[in-house]
T-cell receptor
Framework: GQNIDQPTEMTATEGAIVQINCTYQ??????LFWYQQHAGEAPTFLSY????GLEEKGRFSSFLSRSKGYSYLLLKELQMKDSASYLC???????????FGKGTTLSVSS | SQTIHQWPATLVQPVGSPLSLECTVE??????LYWYRQAAGRGLQLLFY??????ISSEVPQNLSASRPQDRQFILSSKKLLLSDSGFYLC???????????FGPGTRLTVL
C-alpha cells in the first residue's frame, strides 16, 4: 500500500527554526517532493530529493534517507509569510504520479 | 517560460448538473498532465493523469472523466455532479527533466 505520514499541525515563532518530518511507505520510490500551500491557493514547489542527503535552497532545506523512508523540511529564520500547509509527496516507481501526504499546517506567530 | 491556466476560478453548481473544467499549458510541448482534487481538510487526491493526446489513466473510480483533445489541453468533466464532488480542483503539468509537478491556480467547485 501507499502511506505518507506528516504531523497535522505545528506552531513556531518568528525567527525560529522548524523541522517538518515526513515518513513514507510506498510500493515504489522515484523521488520526494515538498510543496508549500497557502490557504485558498495552489501548491508551489519547494524542493526535490532523489538521493540521500541534504538539499539546501535559501532558508529552506530538505533531507532524505531512502533506507529509513524518511524526509524532513527545515525552515530557518521563520517569517510570518511562512504560515502555510507543507505537503510531502513521493513520486511513484513509474515516475508518472505523485502520492501526497495530508500536509502539515504551520502557524508562525510574532 | 511555462504557464498553466485553469478556468473557471470558482463555480457553484446544483446537484445533478454537468461539469466541464479546462486546463491549458503554455511554453512546453508533450507535458504529462494531471487532475487532482483537494476536499476540505483532506490531502491532494490524484484523479487522472495523461502522458499524451487521448491517453488518460484514472486513479479512482467515480463519476468524473477526463479528456485530452490537444497536446496542452486537459479537460475534467462530469455528466451529473454529486454533493461529494465539491472541492478544490487542481491541474498540474510535469517538467520531464526533473519530474517536478507545477500546479495551476485551481478551480473551487461547490455543489449545492
Amino acid at each position: 500500500g501507499q502511506n505518507i505520514d506528516q504531523p497535522t499541525e505545528m506552531t513556531a515563532t518568528e525567527g525560529a527554526i522548524v523541522q517538518i518530518n515526513c515518513t513514507y511507505q510506498t510500493s515504489g520510490f522515484n523521488g520526494l517532493f515538498w510543496y508549500q500551500q497557502h490557504a485558498g491557493e495552489a501548491p508551489t514547489f519547494l524542493s526535490y530529493n532523489v538521493l540521500d542527503g541534504l538539499e539546501e535552497k535559501g532558508r529552506f532545506s530538505s533531507f532524505l534517507s531512502r533506507s529509513k523512508g524518511y524526509s524532513y523540511l527545515l525552515l530557518k529564520e521563520l517569517q510570518m509569510k511562512d504560515s502555510a500547509s507543507y505537503l510531502c509527496a513521493v513520486l511513484n516507481q513509474a515516475g508518472t504520479a505523485l502520492i501526497f501526504g495530508k500536509g502539515t499546517t504551520l502557524s508562525v506567530s510574532s | 517560460s511555462q504557464t498553466i491556466h485553469q478556468w473557471p476560478a470558482t463555480l457553484v453548481q446544483p446537484v445533478g448538473s454537468p461539469l466541464s473544467l479546462e486546463c491549458t499549458v503554455e511554453g512546453t510541448s508533450n507535458p504529462n498532465l494531471y487532475w487532482y482534487r483537494q476536499a476540505a481538510g483532506r490531502g491532494l487526491q490524484l484523479l487522472f493523469y495523461s502522458v499524451g493526446i487521448g491517453q488518460i489513466s484514472s486513479e479512482v473510480p467515480q463519476n468524473l472523466s477526463a479528456s485530452r483533445p490537444q497536446d496542452r489541453q486537459f479537460i475534467l468533466s462530469s455528466k451529473k455532479l454529486l454533493l461529494s464532488d465539491s472541492g478544490f480542483y487542481l491541474c498540474a503539468w510535469t517538467e520531464r527533466t526533473t519530474d517536478t509537478q507545477y500546479f495551476g491556480p485551481g478551480t473551487r467547485l461547490t455543489v449545492l
